[in-house]
């Protein structure tokens, strides 16, 4: 790797921002944390682009389904109609998140293979993210007829709905391909129910306080398309979004929405819903739960408070969250919380693996 992980994008992103990391925790091996997490979850979320736009897919399998036998190749099982989008030579971003413990972790590379039924990543950067933001939730199988792709010509009330009472989405990003640290990601955003807003196709999210890399809006700087997908936990449903994204760095707006450092809009210009999509259900736990967020988190979603939300929109940061002496750095995510403790998840006997139909346009 570059003496900097960062592509110009992320750089920029991270100077408008009012500085960055130094992305230390920015491997391009996976560490063995990193590969045995991987291997015990019941789906991630892959990116690539698709036509020149990015596309987000979650896939699922018995614990097991993904793999990585050697610290620079990832494998995930799957006959998902969506790998279609996975071509030989591609960017690709991967992202495992177990929602009942609140762990993360990325792989970002480029696709080695598509052979029938697998999908190879060459890992190019592997690192962890802290759990801020992930509601806790309990994940179990379930049956599922899922019904056809919709194409959406326009977000109909039920998108609303799914996009407006939303705590969590998943967004894929796409820029400098071509050169060594740049490539596709996808991420985890998470907030207070409601934390999106919708109006006509205009999306505006909020950006909290993270581990400010910038992987995300780095990207967006160099090219402002993007991929959006929406899970109802509950019902299976997958919403998926492409369109063109537009950054807010400051002023007024921003003390709309509480806690926000920054905001980014996303215009629509593509939709599709798939209903029972996800042979998963994820069910949230007792509110009493959000106790267990690490105690120097933000305040847990949906108490964030005004005067919370005034302080970093007036350009408040965060203070320097960094490991106790001795403390082993491949134990830490990326903002810098201990991972001690924290367990694999563990998973009964569940159905064969099932498609999550993620490509249709």
Not at 13 to 19: I, Y
Not at 256 to 284: G, H, I, K, M, Q
Request: aromatic share 6%; charged share 25%.
């Amino acid at each position: 790797m570059s003496a900097s992980p960062f592509h110009p994008g992320e750089l920029e992103a991270q100077a408008l921002a009012g500085g960055g990391a130094a992305g230390g925790g920015i491997r391009d091996f996976m560490v063995e944390q990193h590969r045995t997490f991987f291997e015990a979850l019941p789906f991630v979320v892959v990116a690539t682009v698709d036509g020149g736009w990015p596309v987000a897919a979650l896939l699922t399998g018995k614990p097991g389904f993904v793999s990585v036998p050697d610290p620079h190749t990832l494998r995930i099982a799957t006959e998902d109609p969506a790998q279609r989008a996975f071509v030989t030579g591609a960017p690709a971003g991967v992202l495992g998140i177990d929602l009942a413990t609140r762990r993360r972790n990325r792989a970002n590379g480029t696709i080695a293979s598509t052979e029938p039924g697998v999908l190879v990543l060459d890992v190019r950067q592997s690192f962890g993210n802290c759990p801020r933001y992930i509601h806790v939730r309990d994940v179990r199988p379930t049956a599922r007829a899922p019904g056809p792709a919709e194409p959406l010509p326009r977000l109909d009330a039920d998108a609303r709905m799914a996009i407006s009472s939303a705590d969590t989405l998943f967004v894929a990003s796409a820029a400098r391909t071509v050169e060594l640290n740049g490539g596709v990601d996808v991420s985890h955003r998470g907030g207070p129910r409601g934390f999106v807003r919708v109006e006509d196709r205009t999306l505006t999210i909020p950006d909290y306080s993270g581990n400010r890399y910038f992987n995300t809006l780095g990207n967006l700087v160099s090219n402002p398309r993007a991929a959006l997908l929406f899970v109802d936990f509950e019902q299976g449903d997958l919403l998926h979004l492409q369109g063109t994204t537009e950054i807010v760095w400051g002023g007024p707006e921003l003390r709309s929405f509480p806690a926000a450092e920054r905001l980014w809009r996303f215009r629509v210009d593509r939709a599709w819903r798939n209903r029972s999509a996800l042979p998963l259900r994820c069910t949230p736990r007792a509110s009493a739960a959000e106790s267990d967020l690490i105690a120097s988190d933000p305040p847990a979603p949906g108490q964030w408070t005004e005067e919370q939300g005034s302080r970093r929109s007036a350009g408040h940061r965060p203070e320097d969250r960094r490991g106790a002496p001795g403390e082993d750095h491949a134990e830490r995510s990326s903002c810098g919380h201990s991972l001690r403790g924290l367990s694999t998840p563990r998973y009964g006997p569940r159905r064969p693996p099932a498609a999550c139909l993620s490509g249709a346009r």
